[in-house]
């Protein structure tokens, strides 16, 4: 499948894509608890865009110990992108209508 071809679920497939982030590590262990938080800010771009364009991600993450044997893990991740759209991949596929 490239990305020529048009699908209804919005799938990404691109050519050639290329993505570039680095990671900023947060770790911290209170007790039983742990937190994480993750700041990758980078750059992206495919073979129709002439220049690479700001992109990344921000991830929050906690681990609480619900009893001996469990732990509960929830997380959230935000993606980061220049301009009004919501992802990389939402800009590249915006890029197919015009």
Not at 18 to 28: D, E, K
Not at 37 to 54: C, E, H, M, S, W
Not at 73 to 95: R, V, Y
Request: proline share 5%; net charge negative.
């Amino acid at each position: 499948m490239g990305f020529d071809e048009r699908r209804s679920d919005g799938y990404y497939s691109p050519e050639h894509y290329q993505a570039y982030n680095v990671p900023f590590v947060y770790y911290r262990q209170f007790g039983e608890r742990h937190a994480l938080l993750t700041i990758a800010p980078g750059v992206y771009k495919d073979q129709n865009v002439n220049r690479f364009r700001f992109a990344g991600d921000a991830t929050v993450e906690g681990v609480f110990r619900v009893c001996e044997t469990w732990d509960f893990k929830t997380s959230i991740c935000i993606p980061l992108s220049s301009g009004a759209e919501a992802s990389p991949a939402a800009h590249m596929n915006n890029n197919l209508e015009e």
